[in-house]
């Protein structure tokens, strides 16, 4: 594994099974939003897909890497880069906890983020979370074309990638 996509939705564990993975490994990782939208003095902007993808590139170019994020149109060239796709598939009923609590800790000031943790984002996080179980058919049917490199993990905690299911 030198190439990881870890892919999910919202609160499904993404960031921290990157970060685990990333120092279990030593690979650097890569937070897609963080490419997506580009925070500078000014403020944050988003990207468009173009240059996206050449920043991608040229992470790429460098070596091994793993990116975690949400399924994006503009990022479909990474399930063909990578060499294992890790696709979060933590219980809708915990995504939907991990969304409350952490909107609490960004309240709070316990938990950074680089968007405004408001209501309105609160509800699209809810919202983003419905969509996709709305069409995770389509989904699946994507990651069954990937399916030799493809493990699905129900628990973000277990960082023993062999214990995913692999789908054939």
């Not at 950074?112 to 069409?135: G, N």
């Amino acid at each position: 594994m030198k190439k990881i996509l870890i892919i999910g939705i919202v609160a499904s564990g993404k960031t921290t099974f990157a970060k685990r993975l990333s120092q279990k490994f030593s690979l650097p990782w890569y937070e897609l939003d963080s490419i997506v939208h580009h925070n500078t003095a000014t403020g944050r902007y988003k990207r468009s897909a173009e240059e996206q993808f050449e920043i991608i590139k040229e992470i790429d170019i460098k070596g091994a890497w793993i990116f975690e994020g949400t399924d994006r149109d503009s990022y479909q060239c990474l399930y063909q880069m990578a060499d294992t796709i890790i696709f979060l598939d933590t219980p809708l009923w915990k995504r939907k906890v991990r969304i409350l609590t952490r909107f609490i800790k960004q309240k709070l000031g316990i938990e950074k983020c680089h968007y405004k943790p408001d209501i309105m984002m609160l509800k699209m996080m809810y919202k983003w979370t419905r969509d996709f179980e709305q069409s995770r058919n389509s989904f699946d049917a994507k990651l069954n074309r990937y399916n030799e490199k493809v493990i699905r993990l129900r628990d973000s905690n277990n960082l023993d990638v062999t214990k995913g299911t692999r789908l054939s």
